[in-house]
């Protein structure tokens, strides 16, 4: 760990001021280093405050989202080790997708305040305004096959949904195959995409996006009564750097565990929070319209619905009226 995290964790940790020798004592390093690396914590938007006899103490933190802020106290081991941030791009996916053929490594975080041209699936357009959310891409190199890869949009989904409902009393819900909806609205996509051979995966593109500290007058007017933000839904305002950090550090051991241990626990998660799951809902396909009961998910990423007669049948992109609420 550098002495710069070191440094901020005990001064978090701190109520009261911590005297310059106390903390050259415990870090040990010179109190001319100590200072140094005051007026760097300073100049990257820290508040600091000195105070004779007594010593510093953090005031504030720094709301400009940086490289270094994003990694200084992120708890992961091989997740955002390289982390790129930008003010303003076009898209985080192509970014990653570029780094990739660059031959980044696996874990490489890219975050963007703004996106200008921020997509969903099918060339969708999503919306991602400056500084009031997450629009941030992994890059990962699986060992699996490309059958495999929908799994990683459904774990990814499950981290989503338990960080909300760890920090705050919302409700979070999947809705199949991984939107995150909070009282019937969505206010986070994922989007995966992926290079592959045959039996193969080389990488993927791993793309959440969360609308975060959204008012609603700042979501765009044709999707309101199916958008949300957390900062809507919870009355809060949420600190988008500490949140990106928890995403990273569960999504690493979600995924560490997947590897090791398959994807029941992934899928059990999943069911949880799933979104009309062990409900009926009306679907219709080209070939037929049905009333079906909602089972679960399968290995493949389907959908599992049974029919009346008690006939199971994987979905995979049956038009389903999900109904009720706005979303449909
Ligand atoms: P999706 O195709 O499920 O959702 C796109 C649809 O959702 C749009 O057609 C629109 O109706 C609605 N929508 C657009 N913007 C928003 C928004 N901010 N909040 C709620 N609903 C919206 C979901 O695709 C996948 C989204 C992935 C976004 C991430 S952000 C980081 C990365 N970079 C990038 O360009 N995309 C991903």
Redesign the pocket.
Known sequence: ESTRKQLINILEKQKEHISGQELSDQLNISRTAIWKHMNELKKDGYQIEAVQRKGYKIISYPDKISENTLQWGLETSWIGKELHHYDQVE????IAHRMAKQGKPHGTVIVADE?V??????S?????PKGK?I???LLLRPELAPIQAPQLTLLAATVLAELISHYSELDPKIKWPN?ILVNHK??S???TEMQAEQDQIQYVVL???I?VNQEEDE??EE?RH??SSLKIESNKTWEVQTVIQHILRLFEQTYDQYLDSGFEHVKSIWEHYGYRIGEEVKISTMKRSWKAFLVGIEPDGALLARDDSGNEEKLYSAEIHWGEGGYH
């Open positions: 898209s985080t996916q192509a996106q041209k921020g997509k969903g699936r099918m969708r357009p999503w919306h991602s959310g629009w941030m891409s939107d969505k206010i996509g994922i989007l793309g959440i996006g609308n979501i765009p999707i199916k958008a």
